[in-house]
């Protein structure tokens, strides 16, 4: 048995034999190049669009918790005393873009403030408005400040000229519109 075993490995491989273990060593390195193209760099942009998104919906929220607590709404008031006297508009804008100048890749589009006003008697809501309301009946409503932000977030490695066409994520930035709400801390400023 040993001698036939020795005697099979020991006889060389011609010219039109191949061996099989070298097949899948030289394959190897084209196999891995197409996995990480086909599955390694859209998993990376996935994870970019992500975490980009998250920037966009929290610079939304922070702006309209900083815009809820000013005084007044689209006008400083007019007692020049107040620490806080930027007025909510002025404030929610000035967060948002703050907020994702700190990070890349995201593009801002839109940033929108406005006045929502929810009857607490029969939950009708109306708004949002932008522009400051008429009146404020502060027995039996609830006012809050709503920030609009419309973005986009761009993929980290952007393939061009796609056999597709534009895929958002892949070959041109995902669009994101997003709202965040808060209660208006001084309802007879949203008349300013």
């Known amino acids: 048995m040993q001698d036939t075993f020795n005697l099979i490995?020991?006889?060389p491989i011609t010219a039109g034999e191949r061996s099989k273990r070298g097949s899948a060593l030289a394959e190897s390195p084209i196999v891995l190049l197409a996995m990480l193209i086909f599955l390694a760099f859209p998993m990376v942009n996935l994870g970019a669009i992500?975490?980009?998104?998250?920037f966009i919906i929290a610079s939304t929220k922070e702006?309209?918790?900083?815009?809820?607590?000013a005084l007044t709404y689209a006008q400083p008031a007019q007692d020049n005393t107040f620490a806080n006297n930027v007025p909510a508009v002025k404030?929610?804008?000035?967060?948002v873009r703050r907020y994702l100048n700190a990070f890349n890749g995201v593009r801002i589009n839109k940033i929108r403030t406005g006045i929502v006003v929810i009857n607490n008697v029969t939950g009708q809501k109306s708004g949002p408005f932008y522009q400051p309301v008429s009146s404020v009946d502060v027995q039996n409503t609830v006012s809050y400040i709503e920030v609009h932000v419309e973005g986009e977030a761009v993929p980290m490695i952007t393939y061009l000229g796609g056999l597709l066409g534009p895929i958002p994520g892949i070959t041109s930035p995902v669009k994101i519109s997003t709202n965040a709400r808060e209660v208006f801390?001084?309802?007879k400023g949203l008349m300013m």
């Open 9 to 11: 490995w020991s006889q």
């Open 91 to 95: 404030v929610a804008e000035e967060t």
């Open 63 to 69: 702006a309209a918790h900083k815009a809820s607590r």
């Open 50 to 54: 992500g975490y980009r998104t998250y």
């Open 185 to 187: 801390e001084n309802p």
